[in-house]
């Protein structure tokens, strides 16, 4: 089992940054590809970001790619994702993710899912 906790949502204004962190325990921490997702009210949940066992190799949404950055530290069992340049459809609960691969977190599935956090950016 692995438990995933994630923190630092909040509300902030277009523009603005926020840096989410995800502290995992349980099993292995560097066993797993880990990863960000969203989910806005109404829509399904979506992949943001996802990062291989080592960090080196990541993979962004499209919408994400050069604002957002995903990163892990090993040793802390915590996996981050920086988001700047947030805007208005931003907005949603981010989960962060664990899985056997970055192939498998992109496809929308996971092994372990986070309770979530809200990230809301106004306008």
């Known amino acids: 089992q692995v438990q995933l906790v994630e923190s630092g949502g909040g509300l902030v204004q277009a523009g603005g940054s926020l840096r989410l962190s995800c502290a995992a325990s349980?099993?292995?921490?560097?066993?797993?590809?880990m990863g960000w997702f969203r989910q806005a009210p109404g829509k399904e949940r979506e992949f943001v970001a996802a990062?291989?066992?080592?960090?080196?190799?990541?993979y962004y949404k499209n919408s994400v790619k050069g604002r957002f950055t995903i990163s892990r530290d090993n040793a802390k069992n915590t996996v981050y994702l920086q988001m700047n340049s947030l805007k208005p459809e931003d907005t949603a609960v981010y989960y962060c993710a664990a899985g056997s691969s970055t192939v498998i977190l992109r496809g929308g599935n996971a092994g372990y899912w986070g309770q979530g956090t809200q990230v809301t950016v106004s306008s």
């Open positions: 349980g099993r292995t921490f560097s066993d797993y590809a």
């Open positions: 990062i291989n066992w080592s960090g080196g190799n990541t």
